[in-house]
């Protein structure tokens, strides 16, 4: 019995001092999923895994592991470009006559693969506050006045990344205001992922109405001089047609331009007023993304930007931590679900619960343990089991313990009855 106490003692003492290896994070990547458009991926993977779909941070053997079965086959990645609030053109100035001190910050555009663009500049602008952006080919300006500027529209022959914007010319600049707090813009209502474009109903009292559109749809042009196409055109067309005239389309001068046309509240004009692809982003994990205008899709080593409406297959990741590891592994169901990690440069073929396990120990009690409570919960515990031992020996002591022998009765009052001797036969 005391062998057998001092054998738990060891056990537990081994169990509670010796030094437990943790793994702080693990990632959890799921086998191939069916086709799915971008968003019901999104919500799958949050809904079954509590992660998310791929991102550029899982380890490029993961990726090219999950593409390998179908090599021309895409999957969704959790990486999209969204809209800028809607911006509109200023026009076209000569940047040679800014006095010596200008009101403006050239900053670093953050632009992606696709080069300067007019959202990636005011994405760059925004985070100093400023009113209003410029560029002039790869150059980002952030200004808080246009004073020192003056206008020169034929100077600006640079075209921008996303074909919608000017981007400057040699001697000049293309300025921007962003229209974020401007109440009669077109409302939530006309957004979607395709509307870039907008048009402008003329209203007499100004109260104009502004709607958003796809930009291929065709609609009347109104120049800034007054001039208005005959029939419907394309932004693009409209553009060419107050270009012939020596004008522009109509922009943040609408009240003016509006006051000499005929009002009749019906017609719609195109006008320089857009939204910009802005990013790329990552979704997170529970992240609201609202409408996406491009999404992300990955296949060996390639990544290409694609309608988020189109269907491909998904994998879902989720990093395993000390904080989502009870709640991942708390169903049989899901403990048992297949996947994969990585593990010394290798792919490994693992299940939820392997994982788990690994971020919190199945000795439960010492998941949230400090060095001091370990060595507490040993003193503790050791006591707790010296209290046993000693109860053990005195067991043992009482079982190996001689009984008290019974005092013998003498026996003195016993009488004889005499035996009578019989005659032999």
């Known amino acids: 019995m005391v062998r057998q106490s001092f054998d738990i003692l060891k056990v537990v003492f081994s169990l509670l001092l010796a030094k437990v290896t943790v793994v702080t994070c693990s990632t959890f990547v799921s086998t191939l999923q069916p086709r799915s458009d971008w968003q019901s991926a999104r919500i799958y993977c949050n809904d079954n895994y509590s992660g998310s779909i791929l991102g550029k941070e899982v380890p490029k053997l993961l990726l090219n592991h999950v593409t390998s079965y179908e090599p021309d086959e895409y999957l969704w990645t959790n990486i999209y470009h969204g809209l800028s609030p809607w911006i509109i053109y200023k026009g076209c100035f000569d940047n040679t006559k800014i006095t010596p001190s200008p009101p403006y910050q050239i900053v670093p555009n953050e632009s992606d693969q696709a080069g300067t663009t007019t959202g990636s500049c005011f994405r760059s602008c925004s985070k100093l506050r400023t009113p209003y952006f410029g560029i002039q080919g790869k150059q980002c300006f952030c200004l808080t006045s246009l004073q020192h500027f003056v206008r020169n529209s034929s100077q600006c022959t640079y075209s921008c990344a996303e074909n919608l914007a000017k981007c400057g010319g040699?001697?000049?600049?293309?300025?921007?205001?962003?229209?974020?707090?401007?109440?009669?813009?077109?409302?939530?209502?006309?957004?979607?992922?395709?509307?870039?474009?907008?048009?402008?109903?003329?209203?007499?009292?100004?109260?104009?109405?502004?709607?958003?559109?796809?930009?291929?749809?065709?609609?009347?042009?109104?120049?800034?001089?007054?001039?208005?196409?005959?029939?419907?055109?394309?932004?693009?067309?409209?553009?060419?047609?107050?270009?012939?005239?020596?004008?522009?389309?109509?922009?943040?001068?609408?009240?003016?331009?509006c006051q000499g046309v005929v009002i009749d509240n019906v017609?719609?004009?195109?006008?320089?007023?857009?939204?910009?692809?802005?990013?790329?982003?990552?979704?997170?994990?529970?992240?609201?993304?609202?409408?996406?205008?491009?999404?992300?899709?990955?296949?060996?080593?390639?990544?290409?930007?694609?309608?988020?409406?189109?269907?491909?297959?998904?994998?879902?990741?989720?990093?395993?931590?000390?904080?989502?590891?009870?709640?991942?592994?708390?169903?049989?169901?899901?403990?048992?679900?297949?996947?994969?990690?990585?593990?010394?440069?290798?792919?490994?073929?693992?299940?939820?619960?392997?994982?788990?396990?690994?971020?919190?120990?199945?000795?439960?009690?010492?998941?949230?343990?400090?060095?001091?409570?370990?060595i507490g919960l040993s003193v503790s515990g050791g006591l707790v089991l010296l209290g046993c031992c000693i109860v053990s020996l005195i067991c043992c002591s009482k079982r190996n313990k001689k009984p008290k022998e019974r005092p013998h009765t003498e026996m003195t009052n016993v009488q004889y009855s005499p035996v009578k001797k019989t005659e032999k036969v």
Not at 174 to 195: F, G, V
């Open 170 to 257: 040699p001697d000049a600049i293309s300025l921007y205001k962003s229209c974020r707090y401007m109440i009669d813009l077109p409302s939530k209502k006309d957004m979607h992922e395709n509307r870039q474009c907008a048009t402008v109903t003329c209203d007499q009292s100004n109260k104009h109405l502004y709607r958003a559109h796809r930009c291929s749809n065709q609609f009347q042009a109104l120049c800034s001089n007054g001039d208005i196409s005959p029939e419907k055109v394309s932004l693009k067309k409209s553009r060419q047609f107050c270009s012939q005239r020596k004008s522009q389309i109509v922009s943040d001068d609408v009240d003016q331009v």
């Open 267 to 374: 017609t719609q004009y195109w006008m320089d007023l857009h939204r910009y692809p802005i990013g790329p982003f990552e979704a997170e994990f529970n992240e609201t993304v609202g409408l996406p205008f491009s999404c992300t899709k990955y296949s060996n080593e390639t990544y290409a930007e694609t309608s988020c409406e189109e269907e491909y297959p998904f994998v879902c990741v989720v990093d395993i931590t000390k904080t989502n590891a009870e709640l991942l592994c708390s169903s049989e169901k899901q403990k048992e679900v297949q996947g994969y990690t990585v593990r010394d440069s290798q792919l490994v073929a693992v299940t939820m619960k392997t994982l788990c396990d690994e971020v919190i120990p199945p000795v439960m009690y010492l998941k949230y343990l400090s060095y001091s409570g370990v």
